[in-house]
């Protein structure tokens, strides 16, 4: 199973057809494909989890890499330990299997299991695989998987970032084949289509033509030769499953909600432009959410709101965030600003923000918390996500030449790898089973 984050479907097209992924373009024109789509906001951690835990975000509750709300307004990472249900490879319905993963976020800090891993940790760690021999035996096979945490942009030059990106991804394929003999699943994540289309999508602009010097066209590359890689060793009882949680596309600029916030009144600021909470009725989620959080009282240390007043500032925030024109289009930036309750119905939907605004035009999008905005140099970006991405998958448990036009979701990709297994697929996932044989 191959995490291929950020494939946009319009670039797969334009790129298998003009013969530049050969594996993408066998794995499509042989086996099973569709579309897949997010569910609510499109970010890396609600799909990777619903992935990993068979779950919807509204239950499994990671709808960033980091809390939603914090009693100190400091957003914390996400880990192992915030899981509300088991990993694949700690549920019963594949008790027996043997699991190897590498770099998918969600699995850290690491926990015991019957196979390897190589986690996806937030920051410099040496304790991010099992057994702790792992990377070791890896490097005796000069097979050396890099974390994603070492691989940062802060805006170094593009010809010493890019060579790092792709290799990263190089290595944790190399890492999957390895691993492969001693596995029944291996699932890969692949990073650099997704970090080149952040920072890089502008190269994009200059046309077709340009494509191929495009950094964006060779994270591409280099995810292609992956699954080129497994296609070659996959014999006749080995499935290849490829597909991406979210997709990409152009992004203009950022638009800060807590400026429009503060000047309705709903946000004030103190000390060189700080957020004065004692003073604040609502604010913006953190990054990648969409979302903004109603100061609570019981919810955070200097929350103004009161239970009884909830609904009255929801509303407020509402409407004005309705009627916020965009000054680069003259029209609203917003088409919509939904409650969590709407957007993420589940047992975890507390864990959202309050509100999720739903972007008029995906190329202007929501800041998000400021502190996480500037650690990750978010206004620098060309590129973000967007909900519709792809999947496909070859081998005996896939039609062949078989196209599911009904979109898919990641809770689908668990219920595949059970039905892929003989297993039954649990009677509270919602995922269906993709690219079934007729």
Sequence with gaps: MIITEGAAPALLDRWCEAGALPGFARLRREGGHGPLSAEGTPYEPPGLLSVLTGRRAADHGFFSYWTCHDPEYSPQVLGSKDRRHPLLWQHRTFAGLRFAGIGVFGTHPVEPMEGALISYPMHATLHACHPRDLQRRLARQGIRPVHDVSVFWTGQPREHLLPRLLEADRQRGRAALALLPESDIVIVNLTSIDRT????WQELDHGPEHDHESAVFAAYRTCDQVIQDALAVADDHTDVMA?????????RAYCSINDHLAEAGLLATGAEGRIDWSGTRAFEAVQGTHGININVRDR?????????????VAGEVRALLLDTVNPRTGRPYFADVRTREDVYPGTATAGA???ILEPADWRYLPLGDPQWAGHVHRTWQSGWHRRESYWAGLGPGFAPAHTDG?????????ATL???????????WPGRPLGAPA
Excluded: M, N, W
Excluded at 243 to 251: M, V
């Design 418 to 428: 059970a039905t892929l297994h003989g297993r039954p697929v649990p009677a509270d």
């Design 353 to 355: 923000p309050d509100l």
């Design 197 to 200: 289309s952040h920072i890089y």
């Design 406 to 414: 009904t979109p898919a979701a990641p809770v689908d990709i668990p």
């Design 300 to 312: 955070y240390k200097s929350g103004t709101v009161g239970r009884a007043e909830y609904e009255k």
């Design 243 to 251: 597909f991406s949680e979210i997709g990409f596309g152009p992004l």
